[in-house]
């Protein structure tokens, strides 16, 4: 008797919520649009949430949302191991009917018939970062990842002298961007640098801890190695700690990193990483935003949006267009 | 009535005939899985020296010790957790929290080092309180109950961190506490790693608390009986335990200069595995503590060991495996014989 009432305190307390709530979403965008009294609403399913480079997205698209007048939430699963995690974060987000969908896949096959559930439910998809092996989804806004990776490279040759033994700490064998990166610097490498020879390729999962553990390893095996590579800000960061805790001298070994973060931009100014490369991440948020809300108006966003990706080093980190995109 | 005077005391759950014989084949078994696994290690070391060169050179077993230390400290407080037959999943993502609050308190708050590391392990300490307090208690099964917490543990690292590493560079000193070199060439966590190994040593082989560790895993409800406050007692295992998961915050805290909100997940199973290496029974009752060290030692050995030979990162995981399931058959194998 006494948890019936109980329940039924709570059932009338969500419905006064929600009713509160509608009320003053309605009353947000009430004034401009005489017709459309509903605030749009776009759903932003993300591959993770908890680096920086993700926070870094999420600002981009709650920029532009507020620019545009429009309500978005950004969710994603803890890790980017857990694909069955997100796709029940996007079919709750299809449940929920939003104006459109925006996604970024961790795994490109998974989540085609989730896509045909939104497009049957008469919702418009966008994709960020990682597509969908899908034809539903409208527009991507991404690095392109294999020509980032072979910038790299061609910075690494360039800083070594053409020659010598690098090593690879990738952050995943498994998800599209650590795959892209890490082939887009080793075909770079086979295709122009004959006398460059990449010895190792070892994954510590972005993981600072396991990814320094890797490099000493990587190092110790081979005594005459020039470069390392890290495919993302941990990866890049383990090699950093691992180079300070061998107290390796300056420019021993060359790291290139990948993405910022405080810990890479203060590597590079202080010598230990010769520089690295940066994606647009608050870039990718907004033009993800802005070609949903395109969508949703009826016009036709563009297929593929290259946000862009930059080389920064310690000469350009303070120029207007790198230190705009670099984020801490 | 005379509870309080029995309390103090060591519960006499059996017999002194059979506590006797047990006890000596107990040590014997303890022994023989300890120097199986020392003998494994040294296998592993000859093997890895004689496979690649740059394995046996100070610089790579300096790093080897130094990789041990997180999953170490780790492994020695929740050895006590398991011989008490508990488990507690939460260590690797309480770790976590840890290193957040030391940066909290470090970083944000800007108190003294000493205060702030303090703290860190303080928040270790408590989490493995609450932890303690649901099991003995609540009567939460263990398992469930640090689920719970390292569930918690891990929101609670990225809210209180606001989802952003906290770096550590207004605190210079801080990093010395890991990476400092007391001895020339090897750094400190590992000093604190062997350090932390006797004290535990000292507290599960002398002391009453290590005492009522055995007897909370051989026999609960006997040693109930015999007038121990069994939940009190539980309540304190977890609790030192947790100070262990505090510490190993703080030090990789100090390792990576920084507090990193997102690590620590899957840290709890490789110190688990260490632990059973080390042959501590999953079961309860039996364990040491120097079989968790060189269980430890093991799993850093293996891992740098197939990272030198430039092993696929897969085979590792799969080398690392067989290695557990190895440990644990041979020492079930051995109990079954040891009983009949």
Not at chain 2, 246 to 266: K, N, Y
């Amino acid at each position: 008797m006494k948890s019936r009432t109980r329940v039924a305190v709570i059932a009338v307390a969500a419905a006064a919520a929600l009713f509160l709530g509608g009320c003053a979403s309605g009353s947000n965008t009430a004034a401009p649009a005489a017709g459309n009294s509903k605030e749009l609403y776009i759903a932003l399913i993300s591959k993770g949430f908890q680096h920086q480079f993700w926070q870094a997205v999420k600002k981009g698209a709650e920029q532009r949302a507020a620019k545009l007048g429009v309500k978005v939430t950004f969710e994603g699963p803890a890790s980017e191991t857990e694909v069955d995690a997100q796709l029940q974060m996007l079919q709750a987000a299809i449940d929920k009917k939003p104006d459109a969908i925006g996604f970024a896949a961790l795994d490109p096959k998974a989540c085609i018939p989730l896509l045909d559930a939104a497009k049957a439910a008469k919702i418009p998809v966008v994709e960020f970062d990682a597509g969908c092996d899908s034809t539903v989804p409208l527009s991507i806004a991404k690095t392109d990842s294999k020509a980032a990776g072979a910038l790299a490279a061609d910075n690494m040759a360039r800083l070594i002298g053409g020659k010598g033994e690098v090593g690879i700490v990738g952050h995943s064998q498994i998800n599209s961007t650590g795959v892209e990166r890490r082939d887009g610097f080793v075909n770079q490498i086979k295709a122009k640098y004959p006398d460059i020879k990449i010895v190792d390729i070892q994954y510590g999962d972005g993981d600072h801890l396991k990814s320094a553990d890797i490099a000493k390893a990587m190092i110790a095996a081979h005594p005459n190695l020039k470069g390392l590579y890290g495919t993302n800000e941990g990866s890049a960061i383990g090699i950093v700690n691992a180079v300070g805790e061998l107290g390796l001298a300056k420019g021993k070994v060359t790291v290139v990193g990948f993405d910022s973060g405080q810990a890479q931009m203060d590597a590079i100014t202080s010598g230990v990483m010769a520089g690295a490369i940066t994606q647009n991440p608050i870039g990718i948020g907004e033009q993800t935003v802005q070609a949903a809300y395109d969508a949703i108006k009826g016009k036709t966003p563009e297929k593929i949006i290259d946000t862009g990706f930059f080389w920064y080093d310690a000469k350009n980190m303070t120029e207007a267009n790198i230190a705009a995109v670099l984020y801490k | 009535m005379n509870a309080s005077t029995v309390d103090t005391r060591a519960p006499k759950i059996v017999d002194p005939e059979t506590k006797k014989t047990r006890s000596v084949s107990n040590f014997l078994q303890a022994k023989l899985q300890q120097s199986l696994a020392f003998a494994t290690l040294v296998v592993l070391l000859i093997f890895f020296s004689f496979a690649n060169t740059a394995f046996f050179t100070w610089s790579n077993i300096s790093g080897i010790l130094l990789s041990t230390a997180v999953i170490g400290i780790l492994a020695l407080g929740t050895t006590f957790v398991i011989i008490t037959g508990g488990i507690d999943l939460s260590i690797g993502t309480g770790m976590t929290l840890a290193a957040v609050m030391t940066g909290i308190f470090l970083v944000n708050m800007d108190l003294p080092l000493i205060v702030g590391v303090l703290g860190g392990i303080a928040t270790g300490g408590l989490m493995g309180f609450i932890s303690g307090f649901n099991i003995a208690v609540l009567k939460l099964p263990p398992f469930i109950a640090t689920l719970a917490m390292m569930l918690i543990a891990q929101g609670l690292a990225l809210v209180i961190s606001g989802v952003r590493p906290i770096y550590f560079t207004s605190v210079p000193d801080f990093k010395q506490i890991a990476l400092g070199t007391a001895i020339p060439g090897l750094p400190n966590a590992v000093l604190i790693l062997f350090g932390l190994a006797f004290i535990a040593y000292l507290v599960l082989s002398k002391t009453i608390l290590g005492r009522y560790t055995f007897a909370l895993g051989s026999n609960e409800e006997a040693t109930r009986l015999s007038g121990v406050d069994t939940r009190r007692w539980k309540i304190m295992v977890y609790t030192f335990s947790g100070l262990f998961t505090g510490i190993a915050g703080v030090v990789i805290a100090s390792r990576l200069d920084s507090a990193q909100p997102q690590l620590g997940s899957g840290y709890e199973l490789q110190a688990i595995a260490a632990v059973i290496i080390g042959g501590t029974s999953l079961l309860g009752g039996r364990g040491s503590i120097l079989g968790t060290l060189i269980g430890a030692l093991i799993m850093s050995v293996l891992i740098n060991g197939l990272r030198i030979m430039s092993i696929q990162t897969e085979w590792q995981n799969v080398v690392v495996g067989a290695v557990i399931l190895v440990a644990v058959f041979s020492d079930s194998l051995r109990r079954r014989k040891a009983i009949f």
